[in-house]
């Protein structure tokens, strides 16, 4: 096989990949808009794509979730749609530029119940993100 040859295996390897991944991301995209609007959300349509809250990212490697959380009680695994959510305390913003860690911050201190345990996320969340720094 050529270079020539070799390189268009190996282009065609990389489009697929971005394609899977643009796919995937997709998926994420539309699963945490239709999670914030039946949250109460309401989306408005001004969000940009990515945006909200919630979502998993695949790891690549069998289509694991990584940010979903896993197995939680009272639902399937990655199911936030059946524990209740708290609103954030007045000093954190809506969270549309969060990163991974920032949305699993957010959406576990949103999710716990325990209002000790839902303040100290919150304080982590505040640390991750440098609000009040």
């Known amino acids: 096989m050529t270079a020539a040859e ?8 990389l489009r697929r990949t971005y394609e899977t991944h643009d796919e ?9 808009r239709g999670a914030a609007e039946s949250a109460g959300g309401g989306g408005g349509g001004n969000e ?11 790891n690549g490697v069998g289509g694991a979730d990584v ?17 209740p959510t708290f609103p954030p305390p007045d000093d954190i913003p809506s969270g549309r530029d ?3 860690v920032a949305r699993q911050l957010r959406e576990a201190a ?15 969340y505040r640390n991750y993100t440098g609000i009040g720094n």
């Open 6 to 13: 070799r390189a268009a295996v190996l282009d065609d390897q």
């Open 24 to 32: 995937i991301l997709r998926r994420e995209q539309a699963d945490a």
């Open 48 to 58: 940009p794509p990515g945006g909200g809250q919630g979502g998993g990212v695949p």
């Open 67 to 83: 940010a979903g959380g896993g197995n939680r009680p009272g639902g399937a695994p990655g199911d936030a749609s059946q524990q």
């Open 110 to 124: 949103m999710t716990e119940p325990d209002p000790e345990l839902r303040e100290a996320l919150w304080d982590e």
């Open 98 to 100: 969060d990163d991974v």
